[in-house]
Nanobody, 125 residues
Framework: QVQLVESGGGLVQAGGSLRLSCAAS????????MGWFRQAPGKERKFAAA???????YYADSVKGRFTISRDNDKNTVYLQMNSLKPEDAAVYYC???????????????????WGQGTQVTVSS
């Protein structure tokens, strides 16, 4: 069983930056495709970014050019660097892991097998 623990959330002013971390345990991290999703109050959880086991990356249009996903297999950790934050980026951010060999559709919730508890990001205007 894989456990995912997010950290790094907090309060930041619009235009500022945050780096989220997601530490994984209980599995072979290097074999997993990893994703970040976010959920604002009263809204559905949405895809933000993903990175394959091979290092290929995917981004939602709303974060492209501002967010960067990366991974450190030695530390069993995936990161989400968020720059130029906007009030609409405020949400609970969730880390997710996919154990499948093929990463059919990284944009969907159902592609992922394990989820963290989330970390809150608040952006003040």
């Amino acid at each position: 069983q894989v456990q995912l623990v997010e950290s790094g959330g907090g309060l930041v002013q619009a235009g500022g930056s945050l780096r989220l971390s997601c530490a994984a345990s209980g599995g072979t991290f290097s074999r997993y495709n990893m994703g970040w999703f976010r959920q604002a109050p009263g809204k559905e959880r949405k895809f933000a970014a993903a990175i394959t086991r091979g290092g290929s990356t995917y981004y939602a249009d709303s974060v492209k050019g501002r967010f960067t996903i990366s991974r450190d297999n030695d530390k069993n950790t995936v990161y989400l660097q968020m720059n130029s934050l906007k009030p609409e980026d405020a949400a609970v951010y969730y880390c997710a892991a996919d154990r499948s060999v093929g990463f059919v559709n990284p944009y969907t919730l159902s592609a992922y097998d394990y989820w963290g508890q989330g970390t809150q990001v608040t952006v003040s205007s």
